[in-house]
């Protein structure tokens, strides 16, 4: 537990932080008029800003809290995976696709993913589909939300299940009004302190490494050999490196497919901002990956994974650490940076999130109703906080290892289902709708026929890896989409000939 002047010094920060956020949403609730204003903004951002947001968005409580988690319990190999693997391939995708995506947004005036994708294909059917699959993402929303239960509950000392619900009710609400023009500006402060954090987190071990790496590696060892190793056979995750490399280039290169990462390129006003905004967002999001191998720190400091007799959850490991390692000082920074790294995914995602379900899902099929689109976002996002609190709840409560693992089965299905249209959609011109559209209803299809089918002798275990489900999905997805559009254009052809 924290001491009682640490746990003051928190409730201080955090009453200074949320005054801070409130600051901005009041700003940018004053120039939002319309459902326009709340998903683009209308205020010329900078793409330093931009940037900064991007990168703040990317990291979320799965990259600074749950994943170190996943590095405590398995070692060097999750870091490979985590850390390295999929932080290359994420942002290599990112910067080829990021200019492409940006010029047809921006021609078809997309405010949303699905949108790009409807619009990009001249049907509002697709959008209606992509409306709905974008109700996976709440998985996601959970899995921030149990991140900062279990860091806020440890720092202040209170019950988990009180700081979710108070936590919901907080975000949510204010996420009601600021839409983007509030929103950049908070992902910006927040970006700027996650930084000074991730040096904190980054350098907080450096005393094991008096003997330089190979001391550092026989430490891990002595604690368990598999902890040292690049393959961890006696892990859900990192067994092997289809696993930790192959798997985790195919996800990487299809994980930016997400609305709050691929999107914030539309908030840019022109094209010559674009290679500022990559150089900033690809730059500090590099050093946010890192931040993982904190877990490795978090091993050496609890051998056992025990603290007072007591197990540590996946979960809860860093934020453990963090609360036995550091002085107040600080330990309320780390803290406070922690909980940025949360709430700039977690508001990136309400807003995309929202305004996905108010224009592409209820207004399509809703279309008579005589409410406003921004009151109408605002009855959205309470339908949001109902939902993600349930499943939060039952995470807390009765987790499948991790929530993690809850948050990337549901995740990595979305982006493995947007991964075609958008691929083909920025890179072909011309495109038959039944290309991209079976594409999509395939990888869906696939992702949970491996993972539920347990399909793969990699699926056998009890906690299963949802990567190969994805990586199934997203290649399989991929060769029937080359495959209909080879078969389109040799119909194209045979008809240009008669």
Known sequence: MASESFT???????GAYMALILYFVIRGAIKT????????GNIAFSPIAVGLALAASMTSAATFIINPG???YYGISGFISFGLVLSFASLFSLIIITKGFRKIGASVEALTMAQWIGNRYQNKYYALFFGFVSLLLVTFIVLICVGLSKLLSKAL??????VLISAIIFVFGYMMFGGANSMVYTNMVQASLMIIVAFILLTSGAEHFENGISGFLAKLNAIDPALSQTRNSGSPLFRDYFEIIFCQVVVGIAIVCQPHII?????????????TYLIVGVVVESLFFLVVFAGLYARLEFPDLTVDGSLLSLDGVLSAYVVKKFTIGIGVIVVMGLISAGLSTLEGLIQSLSTTITQDVIQPIFGELRIQPVILNRLTIVFLAGISGVFSYQQLVAPDLSVGIFAQNGVYAYFSAAFVPVLFGTFMKRMPLYVPF???????????????????PYMQEEIRNPAIASTMAILGSLVIGLILFAFAKSKERKVSIV
């Open 70 to 72: 996943f590095i405590a």
């Open 8 to 14: 003051g010094y928190v409730w201080i920060a955090i």
């Open 33 to 40: 008029k319309n459902i326009s204003d709340y998903a683009l």
């Open 157 to 162: 000392n209170v019950d988990e299940v009180v």
């Open 263 to 275: 999107t914030k390129s539309l908030l840019l006003k022109n094209d010559k901002q674009v290679n």
């Open 438 to 456: 079976t594409s999509s209803t395939a990888a869906i299809f696939i992702h949970f026929s491996v993972y539920y089918g347990r399909l793969t």
